[in-house]
């Protein structure tokens, strides 16, 4: 069965500071793999996503996330956070040809200004 | 419409009763999705349909739980002699495919008390 472990459920950083949110799965075959983001009072909405090709994503608002199979991971990352960037990210894998997608428990990010 | 609406927004209901939950996706839209989210967890999958019928319904936790999609496009969540325990917020998603990620409405929150 497919899997998502989200390494951090809360992280606090400055403005300006650097982001990385671990992501790891657990799944043997070919994956699709996404970053959602849930602003504070909004809907869930796609951050980003990868199926296949350059491992290194780019998504809105200079996030960016690399996939590593070897690792079973993508992280997303984003070099300078914003107190705008205060939120919740989830990040979700669907496999096997299915469309059912697994998401994990989230990591609340608090961006202080 | 632009994008997946849901309704109500809100609903209490009392433990035993029946509760019908729409789900409203972009037109065009096969694919759709019924998660639900308590607090502090993300999204868990419950059922998905392509057109009209159930594609994959692994995710609903007893028969007390029911959807239908009959025209392929507007969804219904049933849920039957509630329980405190479904309270949660409902959230439904549709896709075109299963590489593009989801398009997810706000939820319906709902309180057994």
């Known amino acids: 069965a497919q899997s998502v472990s989200q390494h951090n459920h809360h992280v606090i950083l400055s403005e300006a500071a650097s982001l990385e949110l671990g992501c790891n799965y657990s799944?043997?075959?070919?994956?699709?793999l996404f970053w959602y983001v849930q602003y504070p009072g909004q809907h869930l909405q796609l951050l980003l996503k990868?199926?296949?090709?350059?491992?290194l994503v780019k998504g809105i608002k200079g996030f960016e996330a690399e996939f590593i199979k070897s690792k079973f991971s993508f992280n997303l990352r984003k070099p300078s956070v914003q107190w705008s960037d205060t939120a919740e990210y989830f990040c979700?894998?669907?496999?096997?040809?299915?469309?059912?997608?697994?998401f994990g428990a989230g990591t609340r990010l608090f961006v202080k200004a | 419409g632009a994008g997946v609406s849901q309704t109500p927004s809100n609903k209490v209901t009392e433990k035993g009763k029946y509760v019908e939950l729409r789900c409203d996706p972009i037109?065009?839209?096969?694919?759709l999705y019924w998660y639900r989210q308590s607090l502090g967890q993300g999204p868990e999958f419950l059922i998905y349909?392509?057109?009209?019928?159930?594609?994959?319904d692994s995710g609903l936790p007893n028969d007390r739980f029911f959807a239908v999609r009959p025209e392929g496009s507007v969804s219904t969540l049933k849920i039957q002699r509630t329980e405190r325990g479904d309270s949660a917020v409902y959230l439904c998603?549709?896709?075109?495919?299963?590489?593009?990620?989801?398009?997810f409405g706000s939820g319906t929150r709902l309180t057994v008390v």
């Open positions: 998603a549709s896709s075109l495919d299963r590489r593009n990620g989801y398009t």
């Open positions: 799944y043997g075959g070919t994956v699709n």
């Open positions: 990868y199926f296949s090709g350059d491992p």
């Open positions: 979700a894998v669907n496999g096997g040809g299915g469309f059912k997608t697994i």
């Open positions: 037109s065009g839209h096969t694919a």
């Open positions: 349909f392509q057109g009209t019928g159930a594609a994959d």
